[in-house]
């Protein structure tokens, strides 16, 4: 007699991306695979101002954002820090169960993947994990907790919640979800947001650029759909959103351009206000390697040599 499938599997197919416990262990051992390790050994570290670049200094720290706006060659210090938590927040909202023929599942379940795989890294270095949301039906949110029974713990969350909700006008519970984990998330926290950032309120930029706070490392991951990246269409077009009530109707040749340069003018909205708060935004396509995926979010928070 065959189980049944978890409720997650009938509300929302994952494609390729199922089942999440296999392939995020699968992930994780990819990422490690070829000699790469983490930086993070012994205590936490927290970010303690730069200096100029002396011969000799471990390139690794160098500030690329310094390199790169000024030609100034500095190096980050850091000092020593006892929080070492990853804090993950996960955009449940119902655009993130968007698929394209082009992508192995919904966004959600990439997002999915890129948080269960992460988790499993970091309580493999010793690292505690908490999970978060904001949108979704059935979510349940993880506090702080480390070890094998977190990494179950946290799969299991991912694989129930169900992607709902409109959040394009609620901009309250975008804040709420922002202030449970800025509860947990101490000096010297990790923390990883993984959105499409579509359809989110006004202000959305200010709220979780605000996790970037009080000595904590914020990366956000936009996950888009390879046909939002490309938009691959043809012909006349009837476009409805899954948030909010908009629709569209278009020619895809005509429309292209201006949705590209919008879609670039966002990313660069988001990255400016990161930066701002020492944060960094990751594009993610949910038809990539995730292999490849996390390893882009870990060298975004300095985890890897």
């Known amino acids: 007699m065959t189980a049944p499938a978890p409720a997650l599997r009938r509300a929302l197919d994952w494609g390729k991306l199922a089942p999440l416990r296999l392939r995020a262990k699968t992930v994780a051992d990819g990422v490690y695979a070829g000699g790469h390790r983490s930086r993070r050994r012994g205590a936490g570290i927290e970010f303690g101002g730069q200096r100029s670049y002396v011969p000799g200094d471990d390139l690794r720290f160098i500030d690329r954002h310094a390199l790169l706006r000024h030609g100034t060659l500095l190096v980050r210090q850091f000092e020593t820090e006892t929080d070492r938590t990853l804090c993950l927040l996960v955009d449940a909202s119902l655009s993130m169960s968007y698929r394209s023929e082009q992508a192995p599942g919904p966004k959600y379940a990439y997002a999915a993947l890129m948080a269960a795989a992460l988790c499993k ?158 944060g960094s935004l990751v594009r993610l396509d949910s038809s990539e390697d995730p292999v490849k995926a996390v390893r882009k979010l870990l060298d975004s928070v300095g985890g890897l040599a």
């Open 121 to 278: 890294i970091a309580v493999a270095a010793g690292d505690r994990v908490s999970l978060d949301w904001f949108g979704g039906e059935r979510t349940v949110e993880l506090a702080t907790a480390g070890g094998r029974e977190a990494f179950e713990r946290v799969v299991g969350a991912l694989e129930t919640a169900q992607p709902s909700a409109d959040l394009k006008s609620d901009l309250a519970a975008l804040e709420r979800a922002v202030a449970r984990v800025e509860r947990r998330a101490g000096r010297g926290s990790t923390v990883i947001v993984l959105s499409d950032l579509l359809d989110l309120p006004e202000g959305a930029e200010v709220a979780l650029g605000s996790l970037g706070a009080r000595g904590k490392t914020l990366t956000v991951a936009r996950v888009l759909d390879p046909a939002e990246v490309s938009f691959p269409f043809t012909g006349p077009l009837h476009l409805r959103a899954l948030e909010g009530e908009a629709r569209v109707e278009t020619d895809a040749a005509a429309a292209r351009p201006e949705y590209l340069a919008a879609l670039e003018a966002q990313a660069s909205r988001w990255s400016t206000r990161l930066l701002s708060r020492g």
